[in-house]
């Protein structure tokens, strides 16, 4: 019963406070801000795991065009590019030559790509980091003096990520476009949009267009039901302009579903077969962006949201937040003191209750921390006292923020627990920079400011009753 109470709490409490922060394909240019394309028999996802396969063969003398443009192609242009979210452009010899050392040195430390999970906890079928022999071929290839080669030599990368859905049957966009403001470095912005269906549908799939890729640094879409919508028109309405302010989550009230995030260079999203989101009839999204000005004058961003959807799925899925409900009701009770650069805070629960004596299975797992947070860590603590990994973040970057996707899903049986725990830095050396102005060092608690914090995570899961029998993790 616990775990039942943690998670109706945190449902609960997280929403009632707002405290959750954080190829292409042309839209229609007409009126509307959604549009429903024709469906097709879904082929599953197009995703591979990042993990190299045995007995590559080493290649002593790697060129550009032979080697290096179809792995910048792969790994770094889809942010490093000219108009994109990456702060110089990699998308030419020329571009590249003056910034291999520093590339090299990105991937090296792993800061590049911005894939923060450590793949020795567990496999990831959404993993989009660099595996080791790409590392070692670009090093050779920087150490060698960086030959050219011939044109001749190019093949197109052959196992880059997805980045568009297997269908689309939905496009979403905002009524208008937004132009963040030129002063604020840092832009957090809320947007409406009204659910087009008419029938029940289950979301499989999840893909973000950008509209502004130099400005648009991530992504978060929210889904609110037709009975919290109210709530949701009037704090946009309360707010002047397109839009309204959101940096800790996306307001209003009742329990707001997720559908899902993105970040620059993230493939297309395609959920674990046979499960799905459920969208009922009358909801709103709600798209949190955090827009990053750092190039004048502003573009404006009218961002897109395309969609994969089912009218019946064998599971319904639900995107469940995991927290420590007394974090949230009592702020003061999560402090990290300051000057302190390593102060843990943990959580553990038995999801299990959330079935009546059945199953939890567990597809993929995110954290969120603010701009104090050091390493993240989520395990299976097993009844019989055995342990799993499920997630470990060695260092933790608030810009990069992803849902690692598992390889083979997580059981989880009656007595087994999740544990999270995050660890903070709150010392002089650590402190954020928001607004352009150095933060000084102070006592921290709970909270959905830039200048708070938070432990949680996100956990992709299904359920099953005592019998065995899928439920929506509620029915029981």
Request: net charge negative; aromatic share 8%.
């Amino acid at each position: 019963m616990f775990a039942r109470m943690v998670l109706f709490l945190a449902l609960f409490v997280w929403a009632s406070l707002g405290l959750n922060c954080s190829g292409t394909t042309t839209p229609s240019d007409g009126d509307s801000s959604s549009e429903v394309t024709s469906s097709q028999e879904s082929p599953g996802s197009t995703q591979d795991g990042g993990s190299p396969s045995e007995g590559i063969s080493v290649v002593s003398n790697p060129t550009y065009h032979g080697h290096i443009k179809a792995l910048m192609e792969k790994h770094c242009n889809s942010c490093h590019k000219t108009g994109g979210m990456g702060p110089f452009p990699l998308d030419s010899l020329e571009r590249l030559m003056p910034m291999k050392s520093a590339v090299l040195s990105a991937v090296t430390d792993k800061r590049m790509p911005p894939w923060q999970a450590d793949n020795t906890c567990n496999d990831y079928s959404n993993d989009f980091s660099m595996p080791q022999h790409e590392i070692d071929l670009l090093s050779r290839w920087v150490k060698n003096g960086a030959p050219v080669g011939d044109p001749s030599e190019y093949q197109p990368p052959k196992d880059k990520p997805a980045l568009q859905l297997p269908r689309v049957d939905l496009r979403v966009k905002m009524k208008e476009a937004y132009t963040p403001p030129e002063n604020r470095v840092d832009d957090y912005r809320c947007f409406l949009i009204d659910w087009p269906l008419k029938e029940t549908q289950f979301v499989t799939g999840f893909r973000v267009q950008p509209g502004n890729t130099e400005t648009v640094h991530h992504l978060i879409v929210y889904m609110a039901d037709a009975k919290d919508a109210a709530a949701y028109l009037q704090e946009d309405a309360n707010s002047p302009g397109i839009g309204y302010n959101c940096y800790g989550g996306p307001g209003g009230g009742g329990y707001p579903g997720l559908l899902g995030a993105w970040a620059p260079g993230t493939p297309a999203t395609v959920y674990p077969k046979g499960t799905g989101l459920r969208v009922e009839p009358g909801a709103k999204l709600v798209l949190q962006i955090h827009y990053n000005v750092t190039r004048k004058p502003v573009k404006p961003d009218l961002s897109v949201i395309e969609l994969m959807l089912e009218k019946k799925v064998k599971q319904q899925a639900m995107i469940a937040p995991f927290v420590d409900p007394i974090w949230m009701i009592n702020k003061k009770t999560m402090k990290l003191p300051k000057g302190q650069s390593n102060i843990p805070y943990e959580f553990s629960a038995d999801l299990t209750t959330l079935t009546g004596g059945g199953t939890v299975t567990v597809y993929g797992a995110a954290m969120h921390m603010h701009m104090l947070g050091k390493t993240g860590t989520m395990r299976i603590q097993r009844k019989d006292g055995e342990e799993q990994c499920l997630l470990r973040i060695p260092r933790w970057d608030f810009n990069w923020q992803s849902t690692f996707l598992l390889q083979k899903p997580i059981v989880l049986n009656e007595g087994d627990k999740i544990f999270m725990q995050c660890m903070f830095d709150n010392s002089a050396q650590a402190q954020p920079t928001v607004e352009g102005k150095k933060q000084k060092p102070s006592d921290v608690f709970w909270g959905g400011g830039s200048t708070d914090e938070m432990c949680l995570s996100f956990l992709y899961i299904t359920c099953n009753d005592a019998d065995g029998k899928a439920n929506n993790c509620f029915d029981f």
